[in-house]
């Protein structure tokens, strides 16, 4: 069966390609802004995808070792739905598209207050 362990890893798996991609999009707006200091905002924002980059490495080895997969099965909607197999067990995951988002934003602010502390 499933436990909280192998939920959360797979909700990892989903939102930390999102999380990247959202700070991708908002590093290309940074690079463009005309901020009076643009550098120490562009290097913050990089460092922060090079270690989503690593947590999602470390996501997928966890995984792997696991048994776990995930697949994406589009959207019904504003409904996401990923089929979640763990060690033979299969489960269907529904996300509305308002709360990924919240937790997307979540996301960003932990990574930023992480990266604050690290600093």
Known sequence: ???????????QYIYLPLVRKVL????DSLRKAELKFNEPYIEFVEQIIIQIGRDLGQVKKEMFKKGINV???????EISVYLFVCRGYRRELRF???????TVEEYVRQYFIGMKKNA
């Open 24 to 27: 991708e999009r908002d590093l």
């Open 1 to 11: 069966m499933f436990d909280k362990d192998d939920e959360k890893l797979a909700n």
């Open 96 to 102: 509305f598209s308002h709360l990924m988002k919240q």
């Open 71 to 77: 697949y994406s099965q589009g959207k019904v909607e």
